[in-house]
């Protein structure tokens, strides 16, 4: 096991990377010290992982929430259901929220346990490919408003992140590529060396290779919480992590949140970052097209067909990234180096668009 | 002008106090530094306030959301509605929500900013009495559940805190009270001088005196800023400011937020924790007498007529102040001494209750 920390003073909090975890008592039991436990999952991950995890909480009082599966039930009405099984089990302030699943089981589970009396603990258990190397770590949580992703969040730190590489095994092809998608943005918005490594183990990946997979969890989770403890509240740097995540959105809201995993999104969004740095004359055209190339034999989208260019961009103005001041896009002025810049005229945009998204 | 500071590092924030405050263009504008403004108030206080408001703010994209007056609206329905209104209006994250109006706005107008977009600017503008001397000041803010009060929300802090003691010239005698009641408790749990001067001007307050007013809620602030500085997130001393709380939420809740103002539950329930702080030898029967005699002199009901006793012991062991190793009261050592413990055993707090409640 790899244990690395998220140095954010007195809300520093480890994760732990390794294989079996879950079922690791003595690890779970010095992780999770709360007497009231609730494991919010969801109906995907609970008959495979519910009952190891709840075997190495043996000695506490546990209960369970179980949510319906997709992006389309993180809303407001949804935290609702939790609070309301947090009331009706009476836990108290010291209890603790184990988010045990993907993404949206982290967004919406670290928001309630932001919301529920204020804050009370809570610890992830991140069991797909892009919880472990993003979601889970960095305390944004949130759920969505109809018309805009994680509209409605907060800023709030896991206590521990205790992510089971193990647990990857199990994982759909589909999920596994939308996990890559995230990792390819670390190496293109941070380091080319770890780009260039990815693109020697492709077929090490997609065969669930343990070592590339500890790598790449590993790798991904060291440069997200430096990141993360430069800049917690996303006021500068830490916008670097929204690589294709403007454009991303936009499509994944304009899909109803069940069109493109987040992961697909934020794979066609970084094309579409790409083509725009091309356009400004930051990337060279190679570049682009081996990071299309990459995100391509992940089995990953590139395209958004279908959407109309003129659809994308309103999309995008109610991003959250934006601000009275304008739109502001992260776009890569080379292979390993992310840059934050206000967005270029919609005239470009609305080019890039069309040439990607509306065939 | 009285400018009082609470001393949070990087969060610190002046309040404000003063007759004419809303309409001052000059003191308006410099605290409320946003682009973007949204009003958040009531539809009992728009026709009063709203437009100097305004007018305060003509250089701004000013939108306003007018809430139905009343705790029972204090949802997650609700926010979820003010949600609609700042995507609707395409609000960006460098914008600001201010609250215009009471307890009740200033707590979901705070919990709607700290969840927007994981959190924008919000500033109070307190035009009740209950407001000026506590909800406004030390960033609790919340939503209400079925079952329990403020069991949904946030530490959040405001920006800033106008507080325009002119605006209690309108306020009906009753809220005027339940304000009253949360002055007495600053007197009770920390200042025994306080809570002789509040005997000795009591009509003063009642005829709104504005010197009386305005030594009200600059003492109050001036409290209520010293303890929120030492303990921003309740781990200790803050709790001190619950004289009462426990007791009352519990009154609120049985009264489905309708039958008492959060203040006038207050006042039952100090005079609650008075009768308990009597039964355990810490306070004299005399003193419980002055504590009675004080709030009922502003009108202020002290007792619960119509409620079973097991019904209010039922409904306190939810509240927020409970933990795992059970319920903590504040109670009174002295006129002027809080003291947090561990609640005394059912019975002696079910005869307590039996006495002042049932009947």
Same mark, same amino acid.
Request: with cysteine; proline share 3%; charged share 20%.
């Given at each position: ?8 003073? =007195? ?19 010095? &992780? ?11 109906? &995907? ?15 506490? !009082? ?49 928001? !309630?346990?932001?919301?529920?009396? *204020? ?27 109809? *018309? ?49 490594? %990815? ?5 090490? %990946? ?16 060291? %440069? ?21 995540? !403007?454009f991303g959105?936009a499509l994944e809201?304009l899909g109803g949140?069940g069109r493109w995993l987040?992961?697909e999104a934020v794979a066609i969004g970084t094309v579409l970052?790409?083509c ?7 990337? &060279? ?7 299309e190339?990459?995100l391509d *034999?992940?089995g990953l989208p590139t395209r958004a067909n279908g959407l109309s260019e003129r659809a994308i961009?309103?999309a ?7 601000? =009275? ?23 470009? %945009?609305?080019?890039v668009l069309a040439d990607l998204a509306a065939n």
């Open positions: 096991m790899d244990t690395l920390e998220v140095a954010l003073g =007195a809300r520093s909090y480890p994760i732990h990377i390794g294989a079996g975890l879950i079922g690791d008592r003595e690890l779970v039991g010095k &992780t999770i010290t709360a007497e009231q436990v609730l494991i919010v999952t969801d109906t &995907t991950v609970a008959p495979l992982y519910l009952d190891a995890l709840q075997r190495s909480l043996a000695e506490r !009082t546990c209960r369970t929430h179980v949510l319906a599966e997709g992006e389309q039930h993180k809303t407001l009405a949804t935290l609702a259901e939790i609070v309301d099984t947090l009331v009706a089990e009476n836990f108290h302030r010291d209890a603790c929220i184990v988010a045990l699943g993907g993404g949206v089981v982290g967004d919406i589970a670290g928001f !309630t346990a932001a919301c529920y009396q *204020r804050g009370i603990d809570f610890v992830q258990v991140p069991t797909t490919l892009l919880a472990q190397v993003d979601s889970s770590v960095g305390g944004k949580t949130a759920v969505n408003h109809p *018309r805009a992703k994680n509209m409605i969040g907060a800023f709030y730190q896991p206590t521990a992140v205790i992510a089971d590489i193990g647990t990857l095994t199990t994982l759909p092809p589909r999920e596994l590529a939308a996990g890559l998608a995230e990792v390819v943005k670390y190496g293109l918005i941070l380091d080319a060396k770890f780009f260039g490594w %990815l693109e020697d183990h492709v077929e090490a %990946l997609l065969a669930l290779d343990a070592d590339a997979l500890g790598h790449v969890v590993r790798r991904s989770c060291e %440069l997200k919480a430096m990141i993360v403890a430069e800049d917690e509240r996303e006021r500068g740097r830490r916008a670097l992590l929204n690589l294709g995540h !403007t959105h809201s949140y987040h992961g970052a790409a725009t740095s091309v356009e400004l004359g930051k990337l &060279t055209v190679s570049d682009a097209e081996r990071i190339a990459l *034999r992940f961009l309103e995008m103005a109610i991003d959250k990234k934006a601000t =009275a001041a304008g739109l502001n896009l992260v776009l890569l002025d080379a292979i390993g180096t992310g840059i934050i810049e206000a967005a270029p005229p919609d005239e470009l %945009l609305l080019s």
